[in-house]
């Protein structure tokens, strides 16, 4: 089961992009990266998901290196309802064919007005 | 199309008593999901149903805790004479049928459950 190692927290400025960088040294060749939002007092919310190389969609991009040991998650131009908690999941494919997926403390991003 | 369902959101229980949770998946969805989330802390794994199913329930508890997903109805979390300790967020997910890709799970609302 890969494990995954994200910044506890980040600050940062409205208007400002913000990367969150996410290291996943064990990740397997089945695996997914995955990243999900949480605000308080909510369920978590899927953001974005990549396998290799870049995505990008209407919310955020997710760049992922060839070796797929890290990514990094680039939220453009963030607003203060972009506080919040971002998770870094690497999907764990078993046998069966779903996901077992492991939330670790996540990085709590502060949107500073 | 309502999102996954959970209730009550709020839950309080003197130690010793039963806590029932229910979650009723998106519509379509066959798969779901509960999770723990202590204070601060990420969501732990606790179970995997599918219908009538309990496919992987190695992140629960061996004792009080259970699951179930039954034919007809939401699925249930069961936690029998609460301790402090169960004072948690109880989350569930859901996702459509398994294919060999990952599914996105999609979160309820959570159930906070309180343990006096």
């Known amino acids: 089961l890969a494990k995954t190692t994200q910044p506890i927290s980040m600050d940062s400025y409205e208007g400002q992009e913000v990367n969150i960088t996410c290291s996943h040294n064990n990740i397997a060749t089945n695996d997914y990266i995955t990243w999900y939002q949480q605000f308080p007092s909510q369920g978590p919310r899927f953001i974005i998901q990549?396998?290799?190389t870049k995505v990008t969609n209407e919310v955020a991009s997710l760049f992922i290196p060839a070796d797929r040991k890290s990514s990094t998650l680039s939220l453009p131009r963030v607003s203060l309802s972009d506080t919040a908690v971002y998770y870094c999941?690497?999907?764990?494919?078993?046998?069966?064919?779903?996901?077992?997926?492991?939330f670790g403390t996540g990085t709590k991003l502060q949107v500073i007005p | 199309n309502a999102g996954v369902m959970q209730n009550p959101r709020h839950l309080v229980r003197r130690r010793g008593q039963e806590a029932r949770l229910r979650c009723s998946p998106m519509?379509?969805?066959?798969?779901v999901y509960w999770y723990r989330q202590l204070p601060e802390e990420g969501l732990k794994f606790m179970v995997y149903?599918?219908?009538?199913?309990?496919?992987?329930e190695s992140g629960m508890p061996k004792e009080r805790f259970s699951a179930e997903f039954p034919k007809e109805g939401p699925s249930i979390l069961r936690i029998q004479q609460v301790v402090r300790g169960d004072s948690a967020a109880y989350f569930c997910?859901?996702?459509?049928?398994?294919?060999?890709?990952?599914?996105?799970?999609?979160f309820g609302p959570g159930t906070r459950l309180t343990v006096l």
């Open positions: 149903l599918q219908k009538e199913n309990i496919i992987d």
């Open positions: 999941l690497v999907g764990d494919l078993n046998s069966g064919g779903y996901q077992k997926v492991t």
């Open positions: 519509k379509g969805h066959s798969h």
């Open positions: 990549g396998y290799k």
């Open positions: 997910a859901s996702s459509p049928k398994r294919t060999n890709s990952y599914n996105e799970q999609f």
